[in-house]
């Protein structure tokens, strides 16, 4: 690496000097992992030359946001997409979430490749007053989208649903009748109110904990239409919990950003899957390290994910809402993506000194995979934010 020594902001308002260590280059053409179904939720990249100001239509770079696609699956991992990884209810509009769905299944399908895309009802309005029979409608709406496309669905958790239901049996009125007309069995999604506070209440409880029964009932009365349910709630022992109490084939697929190599690989009793937005940053460390579990090697599995887990919790700090910002940042540290832009201004959302820490525990986990791009990414930002 050419130039000086990069020097990275600190909390202590002072500049250190960071040398990055690198990573091996990550394998290609890796098969999918056999042992656990993994999907990395994958974020959206903005046009640069587009406006994408907050609250404008969402436009994307649709080269560079595929391209992280076909990355994902080159490593042998599945994609998640049109999910809150990718700005739902924070920039990534209906127009342009039906675009990327279509879009990203084509190019599943080409390839043969493991996709589920997110289904919801994020495109009517949120005014006060909206009924249950809107809700489903609006679901139904967006299932014929995804469906039609030929991915899994997966069913968003909907802020419309948080705020109309009157108790769990909404809950149950409303995915029974979903869930009845799916055409294949599809992901159910649960994500606590870290991730979206517009969440508060969800399934009819006031506390995740006491709405377990009431999703585990669900998913009972409907076993053979769910392939599973995605559990984002930073909460190990709930996850678990809701884990024990799923039907025969029914899975349970971590989406905890802070807990999840313990989480996959299991007890004695079962494990979890993954559905992910970690996993899109720490791609290859996560694809060694399924592959390590596929062969039993569960040394080889924790030492390449477990380094992972400071990254994980930093990028996904509160507000937690805002992880996208890192996973977007370090896809460009990365060389994926041509700038450091998102759509709804939303690059904006972490300072300087989150992302310089970001970039040091990316290397400390192995996934900063181009050292020298990185550093000299790095250096133009800072250089343009006012740091010499």
């Known amino acids: 690496m050419s130039g000086p020594p990069l020097r990275l902001p600190g909390a202590d308002g002072r500049l250190h000097g960071f040398t990055p260590r690198g990573a091996a280059p990550a394998p290609a053409g890796a098969a999918p992992p056999g042992s656990r179904t993994a999907y990395a939720a994958a974020h959206v990249v903005a046009d640069p030359v587009a406006g994408n100001a907050f609250g404008a239509p969402a ?20 994609v ?35 996709l589920c895309c997110g289904a919801g009802t994020d495109h009517i309005d949120a005014g006060a007053g909206t009924t249950l029979e809107e809700v489903e409608a609006a679901y139904t709406e967006q299932l014929e989208t995804v469906e039609g496309a030929g991915a899994t669905p997966v069913l968003m958790a909907s802020r419309h649903l948080a705020a109309c239901a009157r108790g769990p049996g909404d809950y149950a009125k409303v995915y029974g009748r979903l869930l009845e007309q799916v055409r294949a069995p599809v992901i159910l999604h649960w994500l606590g109110t870290a991730f979206d506070p517009a969440l508060a209440g969800y399934w009819g409880h006031g506390a995740p904990a006491e709405a ?48 999840y190599p313990e989480l996959i690989e299991g007890d004695a009793e079962g494990h979890s899957h993954a559905l992910l937005g970690i996993f899109a940053a720490i791609a290859p460390a996560a694809a060694a390290a399924l592959r390590a579990l596929d062969d039993a090697d569960t040394a080889g599995y924790r030492a390449s994910l477990e380094p992972t887990v400071p990254l994980a919790r930093h990028i996904f700090a509160a507000p937690t809402f805002y992880y996208k910002t890192g996973i977007a940042f370090l896809s460009w540290l990365n060389g994926h993506q041509p700038g450091f832009t998102m759509v709804g201004g939303l690059h904006s959302a972490r300072d300087l000194v989150h ?11 192995g996934v900063l995979t181009d050292p020298g791009l990185a550093v000299a990414r790095m250096r133009s930002l800072l250089e343009i934010s006012g740091v010499r």
């Open 80 to 114: 998640a997409d049109a999910m809150d990884t990718a700005q739902r209810g924070m920039g990534l509009d209906w127009p342009a979430t039906a675009e990327l769905i279509r879009r990203s299944a084509a190019e599943a399908a080409g390839r043969g490749a493991l």
């Open 59 to 78: 436009r994307l770079d649709w080269d560079s946001t595929l391209a992280f696609r076909h990355r994902l699956w080159d490593l042998g991992l599945g």
């Open 212 to 259: 377990i029964d009431t999703v585990a009932g669900i998913i009972a009365d409907h076993a053979s239409r769910v392939d599973g349910i995605k559990v984002s709630l930073l909460d190990p022992d709930l996850e678990v919990r809701l884990r024990r109490l799923l039907p025969a084939g029914v899975r349970l697929y971590t989406g905890d950003d802070f807990n």
């Open 355 to 365: 992302l310089s820490e970001a970039m040091r525990l990316a290397d400390d986990a």
